[in-house]
Structures are given as C-alpha cells and as structure tokens.
C-alpha cells in the first residue's frame, strides 16, 4: 500500500518515512534502504519527526545494512541516530558503533590476506590465513 502511495506521490515526504518504516516490518531491508537513500535526510517530514522517532528510524535502518553487510551505510545511520539521542542513551549505540567498526576492519584485513587468483605461480604479496571473529 505504501509502495502504491509513493507511487502516486513521490514526492511527499511523509509517504517516503511510511514506506520505510513499512518495508522495515515487512523485513524488506534492500528496499528500506533504497526508499531512504533516494530522498534527501533534512526532509520536512523527517523533520517533522521527534528527535527520538528519528532515531529509531536511523537505528532500524542502521541494523538493515548491517544485515545487508552495508557497513559503511550502517555507521552512517548509526552516527546520526547517536547524535539525535540524548548523552545518557548513547552507550549502546556507541558500543554497536564501534562493533561495526571492528568488523569492518577485520573484513579489510582479510581482503588483504586473500591471496588474488592469476594465471602465475607467484602472488605479488604474502598470502595469510585469514582473521577469524565478529559476525560472519
């Protein structure tokens, strides 16, 4: 229904935040993403939004691309919803934070132990075995 209506009015921001949080419940993570990422973050309706509701809406979508392994897009939606919750709320998020931070720099290292399939017998670098920990 909320697909139809942001069919209709692409433009009203107010359908856009109900077809996101609506693809969220409906575990349809790559399309809350795309509803959210192709719509401007300062919209009207997101600013007519509480502090707290549009943190929520961050953290959803920040645990979405995480699911989706978008770790980058994940600690972007992170660091806002971090910035919208008052000092007291923010350990958890911080400490998800910097969770995501660690696993993706374990991703990066073992990208760079991965040894690189050519038609030679010699890598160009030295192949180790790779990083274990974090979510996989």
């Known amino acids: 229904l909320w697909r139809e209506a942001l069919t209709y009015a692409p433009d009203d921001s107010r359908v856009r935040v109900g077809a996101v949080r609506a693809a969220l419940a409906a575990q349809q993570d790559g399309l809350a ?3 959210d990422l192709s719509h401007d973050q300062s919209s009207p309706a997101r600013n007519q939004l509480s502090d707290r509701d549009r943190a ?3 953290e ?7 699911r989706l392994a978008d770790l980058p897009a994940a600690q972007q939606y992170l660091r806002t919803a971090i910035g919208l919750r008052p000092p007291g709320e923010r350990a958890g998020l911080v400490q998800r934070l910097d969770t995501i931070a660690t696993e993706q720099n374990r991703r990066f290292q073992n990208a760079a132990r991965r040894p690189s399939i050519k038609n030679v017998t010699e890598q160009d670098r030295v192949v180790r075995p ?4 974090g979510a996989q």
């Open 33 to 35: 993403i795309a509803f």
């Open 56 to 58: 929520a809406l961050d």
């Open 60 to 66: 959803a979508l920040a645990a979405a691309a995480e």
């Open 130 to 133: 790779r990083l274990v920990g």
